[in-house]
């Protein structure tokens, strides 16, 4: 098989776990290629023995899995690089919470095993994407997660003026909103109050963050619909945040906010599940009191 291989840059102690991917691979016999900022980090910070059949500089590549080594953070980052290509992606946990890298260092070589076995399910994740007056204001403008759209880091809160399907919703005093699909719901939306949605749920959820009023909410919609923004704020501009990478944009520039043509494969190792991971990762049903 081919593997195109993208990794955490920032994690220096994680040399071993590294390691141990790369023999599973070579065990196999199968093709790597490895995204070059990650190649030069393992090479100078790690010291790990590193021979790929080639090296990633953009996004013309082709593999039939790809491998995101290090925690949810790095997943977006190997989604946005694996675009509309429908290249599985299988996550490696070497960070800490892990709802989309669920695969464990210590399973990876269980987890290569069922791979070439054919014993794993493909999970399909919506994507969505962003456009400026009609037309593609950044570089990469899909997000997996959310898209946020938020005030400077020392600006006073900006309005958003915010349409379902050119119906105006309503004018959020905030310090942002996110929109986010399911996938984004246990992520930077959870942390402001919204609600946790099951990756099959067909809806996209507006959450804004520290409004001004008691009485503006998280809503759901549905994933079909499309999201018009307006901002206007007092230093007449403000950042949106794309699965985390950030840009700044003009105030009035209108965004519009839509459901992806392309939806992004997350690879699943048979017997586990969603709920199974939920209550893992958010340790619902234990007692923590002691």
Same mark, same amino acid.
């Given at each position: 098989?081919?593997?195109?291989?993208?990794?955490?840059?920032?994690?220096?102690?994680?040399?071993?776990?590294?390691?141990?991917?790369?023999?599973?691979?070579?065990?196999?016999?199968?093709?790597?290629?490895?995204?070059?900022?990650?190649?030069?980090?393992?090479?100078?910070?790690?010291?790990?023995?590193?021979?790929?059949?080639?090296?990633?500089?953009?996004?013309?590549?082709?593999?039939?899995?790809?491998?995101?080594?290090?925690?949810?953070?790095?997943?977006?980052?190997?989604?946005?690089?694996?675009? %509309?290509?429908?290249?599985?992606?299988?996550?490696?946990?070497?960070?800490?919470?892990?709802?989309?890298?669920?695969?464990?260092?210590?399973?990876?070589?269980?987890?290569?095993?069922?791979?070439?076995?054919?014993?794993?399910?493909?999970?399909?994740?919506?994507?969505?994407?962003?456009?400026?007056?009609?037309?593609?204001?950044?570089?990469?403008?899909?997000?997996?997660?959310?898209?946020?759209?938020?005030?400077?880091?020392?600006?006073?809160?900006?309005?958003?003026?915010?349409?379902?399907?050119?119906?105006?919703?309503?004018?959020?005093?905030?310090?942002?909103?996110?929109?986010?699909?399911?996938?984004?719901?246990?992520?930077?939306?959870?942390?402001?109050?919204?609600?946790?949605?099951?990756?099959?749920?067909?809806?996209?959820?507006?959450?804004?963050?520290?409004?001004? %009023?008691?009485?503006?909410?998280?809503?759901?919609?549905?994933?079909? %619909?499309?999201?018009?923004?307006?901002?206007?704020?007092?230093?007449?501009?403000?950042?949106?945040?794309?699965?985390?990478?950030?840009?700044?944009?003009?105030?009035?520039?209108?965004?519009?906010?839509?459901?992806?043509?392309?939806?992004?494969?997350?690879?699943?190792?048979?017997?586990?599940?969603?709920?199974?991971?939920?209550?893992?990762?958010?340790?619902?049903?234990?007692?923590?009191?002691?």
């Amino acid at each position: 098989m081919r593997f195109s291989i993208f990794g955490n840059t920032h994690q220096t102690n994680k040399s071993s776990s590294i390691q141990r991917v790369l023999d599973c691979l070579a065990a196999h016999g199968d093709e790597v290629y490895i995204e070059r900022e990650f190649y030069s980090f393992a090479i100078q910070s790690h010291q790990v023995s590193m021979k790929p059949d080639g090296l990633i500089d953009d996004d013309r590549f082709e593999a039939d899995m790809a491998l995101s080594l290090g925690g949810d953070g790095t997943l977006l980052k190997t989604a946005a690089w694996v675009g %509309s290509k429908q290249i599985p992606i299988m996550g490696v946990n070497m960070g800490r919470l892990g709802f989309l890298a669920d695969v464990s260092s210590d399973e990876t070589a269980e987890a290569i095993e069922a791979v070439h076995r054919g014993d794993y399910a493909l999970e399909r994740h919506s994507v969505i994407e962003i456009q400026g007056d009609g037309g593609q204001l950044f570089d990469k403008p899909f997000a997996l997660n959310d898209i946020a759209v938020l005030k400077r880091d020392n600006a006073s809160m900006i309005t958003i003026e915010c349409q379902i399907d050119g119906e105006p919703l309503v004018n959020y005093q905030a310090d942002g909103l996110i929109v986010s699909t399911p996938t984004g719901s246990t992520a930077y939306s959870l942390s402001n109050g919204g609600p946790i949605v099951m990756p099959g749920a067909d809806i996209l959820c507006l959450t804004p963050v520290a409004p001004h %009023s008691l009485n503006v909410r998280p809503i759901a919609i549905p994933a079909d %619909s499309e999201v018009g923004l307006t901002v206007r704020s007092r230093t007449h501009q403000y950042l949106v945040a794309i699965d985390g990478r950030s840009e700044q944009c003009h105030e009035l520039t209108r965004l519009t906010i839509r459901r992806a043509a392309h939806e992004v494969l997350i690879v699943k190792r048979c017997g586990r599940s969603y709920i199974d991971t939920l209550r893992q990762k958010m340790m619902w049903g234990q007692d923590v009191r002691s």
